[in-house]
């Protein structure tokens, strides 16, 4: 009969109740042993010990949980980007090259731009908990139960299986052979296994139906040097002169002659007994030394780890794989095989006995020329599976799964024959162990195996008996050995062995009681020896095998008859003949082990035992004791324990009621199984127990007491005497699990008994009585009573239903009996009392307790009405209520984690009918509250025990429907409303609780339904606003960041970097997810490239794999980062792991990361939908939920995936909420928008770049629909991109050391650009997942689309410019410190290309200005003071809000005309938070025109300060602030008194030196080929600015290139320059007055033109080139004419900047004539106005007679009259005078003649003003006046006349 697997379905709430029924099919008791088929009625523990070990095992499946969990999806390598990397590409790059020999997809890049199953990405659990492995998990709880196999199996770690290959000699095998194998131990010189036997025949002997290959299996604890395998073979005994055994061991070869081996044939047919041939000793396991004792063949132990092929001495052993032996080899391929070869067998002489095979006194045996091979194969682990026996009978040895419920492989259901099943039982778990009984030694199992069964003997192990261990298998029976018979004669001698019933009749047969030597024959009436041929002392060796009845009388008996047979044949076959007689009765000596010495009798009488009969016995040698023997006895019906067999008595006395009825003699025995040794109580713990329950469960109370105790006792004893230390002693594991089945139903059930006597000693202890030591013992051993009672109880479920039951429906739970359930809830509370009052004193023992009564309500849920386990629960809770001492509170948080991870807990009721689950409202509440706890171990088992409880739901495959996960999700929802009514609790849990809280949020959040989930935000707006913080803080606590991303994750002040708010991960207690994870990892050591491991592919598997420094096994590595982790930083730690972990790590964080940002991208897209409909509470005027979201999203570092799935969910939410988004109110979100919009323009990831393109494009769209025009948006972008410029590199460093522009800002101008591309945006936004309109503005109201291109294009162009004047600065900054010109240029540039925004505007200018104070040029400094104020007034006068109006700004504008006249709205426009009208205040105008008369002061130029400080009196006036209008009006006095100083100096004022310089040569780069005016402080010359610009210049010439300076001012041809010298061109310039005649031949003297108090704004400049048209560069004054270049400047001077653009040119040009009237008239002019000049006063007069002097020095002095008289040799001898034109000899003569009356006058003035001490002078002025007179008449006889 097979396995029979019985199972019930569940109905929805009630566990799966499949009581397994294991029916391994025992035959019934009279096939099992013939002798214990009598009525066993009468022995009731007999009965009970027979149905102790034939009973069905019945375990109950549920109780250990069961689980089938869906596979875990394996993780795919997220992209994470940087600004500077491209992974994306790389990767879709490496594949492509991979596809073309594997076939790679792009799967490795996963889109989410689809959604999966109406998600945007994986879900957030199984990313946290990649390595769910619930066992494990289990197996942490204190006090977690596990199952334990069977205890069949217990027995040997190691069997060994030996098969007999072949048996060959060199003379020929002709005869048959026999052998035994047993296993021996060559120290303790004993058997410790029963024999096996063989036997070889002949070829042609053999019969085509006995395919006799048997292998025998032997059982060992473990491998042990002195464990050998002992052979002996026999073959018929000789014939007397017939061919002897000699022939087998002769030196030289031999062969039998055909005469030889007929006769040998013939005589093996007709003769029966055997006699020994020879033995052997093969050691098993390697020893050091390879000689064995006793001349003992050793071949090279054949099971040493190596599986060797070498051999001492001759023998051979072989791997079978290398040598297959007649072919019949190659079906056995389990590796552990190896074939021995047995060359050294010890041929015997003489009869022996086991004792003197190793004696040293004994003569060596001669070796036999044979060779007898084996097959001896290593089964492993001990177990040794049905399913795994191939059909040849070859075991194979599977390694079990490590995953399966027991790893140990145990006889589960079978196919019908061993090889077309399952390999590894079947799926369900539900391995439990037949029952093996011994027939003959061979595992009996009924015709289904007859392969199996043929060949596969199990030997049994003898140290069985020994051990202390419960008997798991029936045993009764007797080896027995003969071992010598002393004689005063030799003799042929052999034995025959039989089992007698008693002696009364001599003829009657003997029983059927021997075991057949041959397996499947059936019991013998005798057994013979061999024959000891001619021995005066015969020795035995055989061993035999008894079956004994159930019940020894004194009766029965063995007999031994002893026989003489004659070892001819005369002239029939040799017959034997009777010796003797020996008599041994089986009760007296059943149980003895030591050896027996007989008496032989000569004749069998009637009644032969009987002392009566005695006399009447004749004895063979004087009735001396001559024949010696062993027994050895195995039974588990027959405990040698006297103190046990007086129990089994008393016992049987008080069942069958034959004892007194006050049965004092039962209550003694059973207070004295206290005393039992242990070795024999546990041996025959299992029947003990069953009828102490049986007395607890139907005594009187008395008995009922004495019985419990007793078996408190005996349990104590068993647990503090197990070897392991185990909480569960795993022999009462066993049989509680296993054993235990109530009596079969065929007594009342345990429970109601158990619980009363129980429950009563209880309540006697709770009432305060003494009770005694046994209490504390009752509690150790609590878990043992409450499984007992749980499996009572289901037993009768089981029983009850059984039959009834239609198949396929439920068990319907078990009714208890009102006062078996109060029993029940007192001892219960009796028992929480225990736990509550002992856990305060920090006993462990209540730890235990504690976990008992967890899993008693646990398994109970499982069998009565759930309902009814609630009030123990809440029983439980009222006792733990609240928040208790760590030591209790950590006990509550044990029992609920034990309850709740019932395998139906989902489906478990309300308390009432109306509630959802019971338990999981009781554990969110019990949850919340530990997060309150002051005990942080506490907080973070509560948060573990949630992690762990929402991936098992996850995970299971029971629940993957959709509909299951949202119950599941409903469940757990109302502890999002506890945390969001107290908030506090959460942000007190650190780091690690937080994530495990927050992903089983966002794990609820997902599965819920939309109508739950706008539920959570219709209560309030606060309540809203706290989820979403929630959300933020997944975010902040799953962000994954590279070391490398602190660049670009925003302003430096918006994320710090460093490790500060950067959560760890993998932190100094690592998270128990990773710790999980990373254990898996590292279990998984480093594979071939490309082999999936356990579901995940890596893809990336790093080169330095086993790097020197880090250990190769993962387990090592692991373990050494766990104990390093001790005070070391977050990256430290990451550094430590080995290489693939770290990869694992962070493949763990980039998917979690992922999949947590989707999670909240989707439930943010679902709050944006419900807000549009209005359905919910939250502030509809900012959105701040939504816009702190977006912000966090945009602020961290994602992965590519997310920005895919982000952008049409940021179109959605703008399409719903444009209006609030952009509105005022959410300045800051906009701005933050803008600047990570911008931030992702940068990167090099074009996906993500394209997508930041058009998040712009939808910014803009919203500010054309909700406001026509873009003016604050381009604001926003404008300051954004400001504070983005100084977070990104906008250059990088070229190979030579200089700047270019980087990468970066490469990018962030092609993303400008393609923003304003009308061509791309369809095809971008195709790519991007949004519709092709979503570009349209188009309000209901308005017909047409506000979208207009050209003014995207005019944004996109004023955000270029900003970014090139930034690229410019940033690629000067090497230079900044010595070109103070270009980088003045480059501050201005600046201001203007943020001129949108006044705040960046003024903080450029104001820069400019700091840098022109450093310089000392005050006046472009005052000019940008000028500027900002200048902002400032046009905002306020924009405004309406100050004391100045357009007229001012006008004013103002004289001064600095960069100040634009227009006021517009564009001030108010920027308003936006930070920037803004805030700063711009008449307070800060005054502070600016202050600072600007300051300096226009420091730059002497006063009128400006005048015209500034007209400009501040009105503020005063307006606030009537007097003192400071006082203190204006005496700086204005101070002003004008310094205009006038300046105006009288008889030096002409200067207020600056003015220069043009030309550039021409390729390296000055922009300014190749382009004129500039320099505006140079007073007292700089033209050589000192050559020198500046040379040093300037020459810094940035190559090798290649060097500097010229072009020595004069004459036009320049750049085309005709020499290639590779760069040329700068230095001339002096002079400025020209507004109302300056140009065309005047005059020579300029720049102070007659100071005449009048006038603005010093100066935007013409010219400079005077003398040339010559003969090609001379010089010649006389009649050849020298003149060039005069007016240069026009972008802009007037002072500026902004130090110099201007030359922007136009002119020139006209002078002849040497019209120079020279020109020389003479400037002089007279000098003279007459120096003689004009009003005078103030008298006091004037000495400055005036010094400028006097000079001038006439210069024209009447002789020895400067050259300059006179050079013009008229020049113009009026000769042959120039006839070249010239009437008109112009006229004008030079007049103009002459005019120059001399001048003179004149002065001279004449001049007498008037000297003194004394100038008479000389004036004597000498006069002498030169008339010697140049004199001079001029030749020229001019007029002249004369005129003076």
């Known amino acids: 009969m097979a396995i029979v697997l019985e199972e019930f379905h569940v109905n929805p709430w009630l566990q799966i109740r499949s009581w397994t029924h294991w029916f391994i099919s025992f035959l019934i008791i009279s096939m099992l042993n013939p002798l214990l088929s009598e009525n066993l009625e009468q022995w009731p523990h007999l009965n009970e010990l027979v149905q102790c070990y034939k009973a069905d095992w019945v375990k109950d499946e549920s109780k250990y949980g069961h689980y089938e969990s869906t596979a875990s999806a394996s993780f795919q390598n997220q992209i994470f980007e940087g600004p500077d990397t491209d992974m994306e590409t790389e990767m879709r790059l490496a594949s492509a090259r991979h596809s073309k020999t594997e076939d790679a997809t792009d799967d ?40 334990e196999t069977h205890s069949a199996q217990y027995g040997s770690v190691l069997k060994i299986s030996v098969k007999v290959l072949s048996l060959s000699f060199q003379a020929g095998l002709v005869e048959p052979f026999y052998g035994t194998v047993s296993l021996y131990n060559r120290e303790r010189r004993e058997k410790m296994s029963e024999d096996f036997y063989f036997h070889v025949l002949p ?52 062969h039998l002659t055909e005469r030889e081996k007929q006769k040998l044939q013939v005589w093996s047919r007709i003769m029966p007994y055997r006699e020994s041939f020879a033995w052997v000793i093969v050691p098993l396991f390697e020893n050091n030394s390879s000689a064995a004792a006793g001349g003992a063949a050793s071949p090279s132990s054949p099971l040493a780890p190596s599986v060797s092929g070498s051999s001492t001495q001759d023998s051979v ?21 190896v074939v021995v070869e047995i060359s050294n067998l010890n041929k015997v002489k003489e009869s022996y006995t086991e004792e003197y095979l190793q004696d040293p006194k004994r003569k060596v045996h001669k070796p036999v020329k044979g060779v007898l091979k084996l097959e001896i194969e290593k089964l492993q682990a001990g177990h040794f599976d049905l399913d795994n026996i191939s059909e040849s009978g070859s075991v194979t040895n599977d390694s079990i799964d490590a995953g399966d419920r027991f790893t140990d492989a145990t006889f589960t259901k079978c196919p019908s024959n061993g090889s077309d099943g399952p390999r590894n039982g079947n799926p369900k778990w539900n391995t439990v162990e037949g029952k093996e009984i011994r027939r003959n030694g061979s595992n009996f199992i009924s015709g289904k195996y007859p392969d199996y069964c043929a060949e596969a003997f199990h030997a049994f192990d003898f140290r069985v008996m020994t051990r202390s261990e419960p008997f798991s298998q029936l045993l009764h029976c007797l080896y027995l050995y003969p071992l010598t018979v002393s004689l005063s004669r030799k003799r042929n001698l052999f034995i025959r062995v039989e089992l007698r019933k008693d002696d009364a009749d001599i003829r009657k047969q003997p029983l059927e009681a021997i075991y057949p030597r041959d397996s499947g024959a059936p019991f013998q009436k005798w057994a013979h020896t061999q024959v000891a041929v001619s021995a005066r002392v015969a020795c035995y060796h055989d061993e035999v095998k008894i079956c004994l009845p159930a019940i020894l009388t004194p009766q029965q008996h063995l007999l031994f008859t002893l026989f003489h047979v004659d070892l001819q044949t005369k002239l029939e076959a040799p017959k034997p003949v009777v010796i003797g007689y020996a008599a041994l009765p089986l009760s007296t000596h059943a149980q003895l082990r030591s050896e027996i010495s007989l008496p032989i009798m000569r004749e069998l009488v009637p009644h032969y035992l009987q002392d009566s009969g005695k006399e009447r016995l004749d004895y063979l040698e004087d009735a001396k004791n001559v024949f010696r023997l062993r027994l050895r006895l195995c039974s588990s019906l027959y405990p040698m324990n006297e103190r046990i067999r007086d129990f089994f008595l008393e016992y049987d006395r008080h069942t069958l009621r034959t004892s007194p009825p006050w049965g004092s003699e039962l209550l003694e025995a059973i207070n004295s199984l206290k005393n039992v040794d242990s070795t024999a109580l546990l041996q025959f713990l299992q029947p003990i127990l069953n009828m102490l329950l049986h007395l607890i469960g139907d005594g009187g109370e008395t008995l009922q007491v004495a019985a419990f105790r007793a078996t408190v006792n005996i349990l104590t004893r068993v647990q503090q005497e197990s070897s392991d230390g185990a909480e569960r002693n795993r022999f009462l594991v066993n049989y509680v699990d296993y054993a235990f089945d109530d009596f079969g139903g065929r007594q009342p059930p345990v429970y109601p008994g158990l619980s009363t006597v129980w429950g009563s000693l209880a309540r006697s202890k709770a009432k305060g009585y003494r009770v005694g030591p046994v209490y504390d013992d009752v509690l150790a051993m609590a878990w043992f009573f409450l499984e007992l009672i749980v499996k009572s109880m289901a037993l009768e479920q089981t029983r009850l239903f059984y039959h009834t039951l239609p198949s396929g429906e439920d068990i319907p739970p078990l009714q208890l009996k009102e006062s078996v359930f109060r029993c029940i809830m007192q001892l219960y509370d009796c028992l929480l009392t225990e736990v509550h009052e002992r856990c305060k004193k920090g006993l462990s023992l209540a730890k235990h307790l504690n976990s008992s009564m967890a899993f008693f309500c646990y398994d109970l849920l499982s069998i009565i009405e759930p309902r009814q386990v609630f009030e123990l629960v809440s029983l439980y809770m009222d006792k733990f209520a609240g928040i208790c001492q760590s030591v209790l509170h950590d006990c509550k948080l044990t029992f609920l984690q034990i309850i709740c991870d019932h395998d139906l807990f989902v489906e478990m009721p309300g308390r009432d009918p109306s509630d959802r689950n019971y338990l999981s409202s009781v554990l969110i509440q019990e949850l919340f509250l530990t997060w309150d706890h002051d005990d942080l171990s506490l907080r973070t088992k509560a948060s573990r025990i949630l992690v762990v409880l929402m991936c098992k739901h996850e995970f299971d495959a029971r629940y993957q429907k959709h509909e299951d996960k949202l119950y599941i999700a409903q469940l757990y929802f109302p502890l999002i409303g506890q945390i969001l009514d107290e908030m506090p609790v959460f942000y007190n849990l650190n780091t690690v609780e937080k994530r495990e809280v927050l992903i089983v949020i966002t794990q609820i959040v997902r599965n819920l339904d939309d109508a739950s989930l706008v539920k959570a935000w219709q209560q309030s707006i606060a309540r809203t606003r706290l989820f979403f913080k929630l959300l933020e803080e997944c975010l902040i606590l799953f962000e994954h960041r590279k070391p490398a991303d602190s660049m670009l994750m925003g302003c430096s002040s918006r994320s710090p970097d460093g490790e500060g708010p950067v959560s760890p991960k993998y932190t100094d207690r690592l998270s128990p997810a990773i710790n999980n994870y990373l254990s898996e990892a590292s279990r998984q050591e480093v594979r071939p490239q490309g082999t999936p491991e356990n579901g995940y592919l890596w893809n990336r598997v790093s080169p330095q794999l086993s790097s020197p420094s880090q250990p190769y096994s993962l387990r090592e590595a692991l373990a050494q980062a766990q104990s390093s982790r001790m005070g070391a930083s977050t990256r430290a730690l990451r550094e430590s792991l080995h290489p693939i972990l770290r990869q694992k790590l962070e493949l763990w964080e980039e998917n979690l990361s992922a999949a947590v940002s989707l999670q909240v991208l989707e439930i943010t897209e679902k709050f944006s939908v419900a807000a549009a409909s209005h359905s919910i509470s939250t502030d509809y005027g900012k959105l701040d939920c939504v816009t702190s979201i977006f912000m966090s999203f945009f602020s961290r570092s994602q992965p590519l995936a997310f920005w895919k799935a982000l952008f049409p969910v940021f179109n959605g939410v703008f399409n719903l909420h444009g209006a609030t988004l952009m509105a005022r109110e959410n300045d800051r979100f906009l701005k933050q928008i803008a600047f990570h919009l911008l931030r992702l323009a940068v990167f090099r990831n074009d996906s993500i770049r394209k997508r930041a393109v058009i998040g712009l494009q939808i910014l803009v769209r919203s500010s054309f629909f909700y406001f026509v025009h873009t003016t604050r948006l381009r604001v926003m972008l404008t300051i954004t991109l400001s504070e983005l410029m100084s977070d990104v590199q906008v250059t990088q460093m070229k190979p030579d050391g200089s700047l270019e522009e980087s990468g970066e ?103 400019l200005c700091d840098a022109h104070q450093e310089m000392q040029s005050w006046a472009e400094a005052a000019q940008c003071a000028v500027a900002v104020a200048g902002v400032i007034m046009q905002a306020l006068v924009g405004r309406n ?56 002061s420091q730059a002497e130029l006063y009128h400006f300060c005048a015209s500034i400080l007209e400009l501040i009196i009105p503020v005063y006036k307006s606030r009537r602030a007097f003192g400071q209008l006082a203190k204006c009006h005496t700086t204005l006095t101070n002003i004008y008194e310094s205009i006038l100083e300046q105006e009288s100096s008889p030096i002409p004022f200067t207020d600056a030196t003015y220069y043009r310089v030309g550039f021409y040569g390729e390296r000055f780069g922009k300014l190749d080929r382009k004129e500039y005016v320099y505006r140079e402080p007073r007292d700089v010359r033209l050589g000192d600015i050559m020198e500046k610009l040379s040093h300037i210049y020459e810094s940035r010439m190559d090798g290649s290139h060097t500097l010229h300076i072009i020595p004069d001012s004459r036009q320049v041809n750049a085309d005709e320059l020499q290639v590779g010298v760069c040329y700068l061109q230095i001339t002096a ?122 001038i006439l020095q210069g024209s009447v002095a002789v020895q400067v009259n050259s300059g006179v008289l050079s013009v008229c040799t020049a113009f009026l001898s000769g042959e120039p005078a006839t070249r010239l034109r009437s008109q112009e000899l006229q004008q030079l003569i007049a103009a002459l003649l005019e120059f001399m009356a001048v003179c004149k006058r002065a001279i004449r003035v001049h007498f008037r003003l000297i003194g004394e001490e100038d008479q000389d002078f004036h004597t000498q002025l006069v002498n030169g006046f008339q010697s140049l007179t004199a001079e001029l008449s030749h020229y001019i006889p007029a002249i004369l006349s005129e003076l």
């Open 108 to 147: 490795d890049i996963p889109s989410t731009s689809g959604r999966q199953s109406g998600h945007f990405g994986e879900s957030p659990l199984p990313a946290y908990e990649p390595a769910f492995d619930w066992e494990n998990e289990r197996s942490m709880i204190f006090g977690q139960r596990t199952p």
């Open 1441 to 1496: 809000d100050a004391v100045w109006s357009r007229d001012h700004v006008t004013a103002l504008r004289k001064i600095c005309p960069m100040v634009s006249s227009a006021i517009t709205a564009e001030a108010s426009a920027a308003e936006v938070e930070g920037y803004g009208a805030s700063k711009l205040t008449v307070d800060s105008a005054v502070k600016y025109l202050q600072l600007a008369n300051k300096l226009f």
């Open 203 to 254: 070829t042609e002997m053999q019969d085509a139906i006995v395919s006799s290959e048997p292998r025998g299996i032997f059982s060992l604890d473990a491998p042990s040097a002195s464990v050998c395998l002992l052979i002996q073979l026999e073959k018929p005994a000789t014939e007397e002169g017939g061919v002897t055994p000699s022939v087998y061991s002769r030196k030289e070869p031999v």
């Open 1629 to 1750: 310039v002079d400025p020209v007055m507004e109302d300056e005649d140009l065309g005047s031949r005059k020579e300029r003297i720049f102070s007659l033109s100071t005449g009048s108090m006038r603005a010093r704004v100066f935007d013409r400049f010219l400079f005077d080139t003398p040339f010559t048209k003969n090609g001379k560069t010089q010649g006389g004054l009649e050849d020298q004419w003149k060039r005069r270049t007016v240069l026009q400047t972008e802009g007037s001077f002072p500026a902004l900047v130090n110099r201007l653009l030359v922007v136009k040119s002119e020139s006209l040009e002078f002849s040497p004539v019209e120079n020279a009237i020109g020389m003479i008239e400037t002089r007279t002019a000098a003279l007459r106005n120096e003689l004009e000049e009003p005078r103030s006063s008298e006091g004037d007069q000495l400055p005036r007679l010094q400028s006097l002097q000079r």
């Open 317 to 337: 052993a072989e791997s079978h794989s290398k040598h297959t032996f007649d072919g019949k080899l190659a079906q056995y391929s389990s590796g552990s095989s």
């Open 1305 to 1407: 800002a490469r990018r962030l101008r092609k993303s400008l650009e393609e923003m304003a591309d009308e061509g791309r945006s369809h095809d971008l936004l195709k790519e991007c997942g949004l519709p092709e309109n979503a570009l349209e503005a188009l309000p209901e109201a308005s017909a047409g689309n506000r979208w207009s291109w050209s003014e995207v294009n005019h944004l996109s162009q004023s955000l270029l410019q900003a970014l090139d004047a930034g690229l410019e600065h940033a690629l000067l900054a090497s230079v900044m410190t010595v070109d103070r010109y270009a980088a003045a240029e480059s501050f201005y540039r600046l201001a203007i290309a943020y001129a949108p925004v006044p705040d960046l505007h003024i903080m450029w200018l104001l820069h």
